[in-house]
Structures are given as C-alpha cells and as structure tokens.
C-alpha cells in the first residue's frame, strides 16, 4: 500500500537526517526555503555527507541516476520541467546533477537535479522518494514524492513533504488529504 510505503519512508528519512544532525553536533544551515527561495546553506555538503553514513544506502548513483539503473525511467518524463516545475527537475538535470539512494527495502531517494549550493551533486535540502522502489506505477503523486528540508520556525531543519517541482500526474493522491493524515 502506497500509504504504507510513504510513512516507512518519511520515517527512514527522517530518521537518517536526525541522526546526521546529531553527528555533526549542530543543525546545518543546509535547508531549502519557500518557493522561489531556493536552496540555501554552505553547510549542505557536510549534512550530505553525514546523512549518507546514516542512509546506509545499498547502492549510490552520482549522476547517471537513469542510465545506471538507480531510478527508474517515470512514466511522465516529459512533464518534467515544464508547467512550473523546476529547472532542476528536467531529466538531464537528474541525471546529471543528481545523487540517487538505493535502500535496503528497495526505496529510492534522489536528490534535486542541480550542482548548487556548494557545487555538490544534488541538494540534499530537496529530495524525492519512489516509496515502492521500481514496482509500478512509478508515477510522480502516486508512489513518487517530493520532500524538502523547511526551517520555517524551528532551529534544527525538518521534512516536510513538498510537490513544488514536480508536476503530478492524473489520479494522484493529495499529500495531506489521502496519505499524511
């Protein structure tokens, strides 16, 4: 159930950036701001770093996250970039710019398609989950979602789940409607 499966992998993710946060021993300036604000933080490669020790990912593409088998190829790659979407989001900026994690029960986390801020591949403040791995549908706003880290009112940035660059394909579920509540 993808209900299930977006929980477990909130759950995973949020864990991994906690524990990363408590390896550095301070919460990083590394988030990603409200819409249009973009990403911000010099301090996004040490969380990056910190958070794939406590990821513990089974297999790690850095660009190429398509062509070496990390992401499956989505059913609307056409849509991406366009209708509002994010320059980040096209398909050659995931695949180029992109960091993707395997998990150990085949979900797949893959950072924002761009080499900023600090020139790390990927963000690691805005994210995307395939909360079923490369089982079907693999469709964005049925089993693939977009995550950002949001410091809007708290010291330690937070996940919190956040479409704004992707552009949901027919039938897709309602973040806060059908699966967060």
């Given at each position: 159930?993808?209900?299930?499966?977006?929980?477990?992998?909130?759950?995973?993710?949020?864990?991994?950036?906690?524990?990363?946060?408590?390896?550095?021993?301070?919460?990083?300036?590394?988030?990603?701001?409200?819409?249009?604000?973009?990403?911000?933080?010099?301090?996004?490669?040490?969380?990056?770093?910190?958070?794939?020790?406590?990821?513990?990912?089974?297999?790690?593409?850095?660009?190429?996250?398509?062509?070496?088998?990390?992401?499956?190829?989505?059913?609307?790659?056409?849509s991406l970039g366009l209708t509002g979407a994010c320059s980040g989001m096209y398909r050659s900026s995931l695949e180029n710019n992109s960091t993707s994690y395997v998990l150990p029960d085949g979900i797949i986390l893959f950072l924002y398609g761009s080499n900023i801020p600090a020139n790390i591949m990927g963000?690691?403040?805005?994210?995307?989950?395939?909360?079923?791995?490369?089982?079907?549908?693999?469709?964005?706003?049925?089993?693939?979602?977009?995550?950002?880290?949001?410091?809007?009112?708290?010291?330690?940035?937070?996940?919190?789940?956040?479409?704004?660059?992707?552009?949901?394909?027919?039938?897709?579920?309602?973040?806060?409607?059908?699966?967060?509540?």
């Amino acid at each position: 159930m993808i209900q299930t499966g977006f929980k477990k992998a909130y759950s995973a993710i949020s864990q991994a950036y906690n524990l990363a946060f408590y390896d550095l021993g301070f919460p990083t300036n590394c988030h990603y701001g409200s819409f249009g604000e973009g990403h911000q933080g010099s301090e996004c490669p040490l969380l990056k770093e910190a958070f794939e020790k406590r990821l513990r990912p089974i297999k790690i593409c850095r660009g190429h996250i398509f062509t070496d088998g990390c992401v499956p190829e989505y059913t609307d790659q056409q849509s991406l970039g366009l209708t509002g979407a994010c320059s980040g989001m096209y398909r050659s900026s995931l695949e180029n710019n992109s960091t993707s994690y395997v998990l150990p029960d085949g979900i797949i986390l893959f950072l924002y398609g761009s080499n900023i801020p600090a020139n790390i591949m990927g963000s690691p403040a805005n994210f995307y989950v395939d909360v079923n791995g490369k089982k079907r549908p693999n469709k964005w706003g049925h089993d693939v979602f977009g995550f950002r880290l949001s410091n809007s009112n708290t010291e330690i940035p937070k996940i919190v789940p956040d479409n704004n660059c992707i552009v949901t394909e027919e039938g897709a579920y309602d973040l806060k409607k059908d699966i967060i509540n």
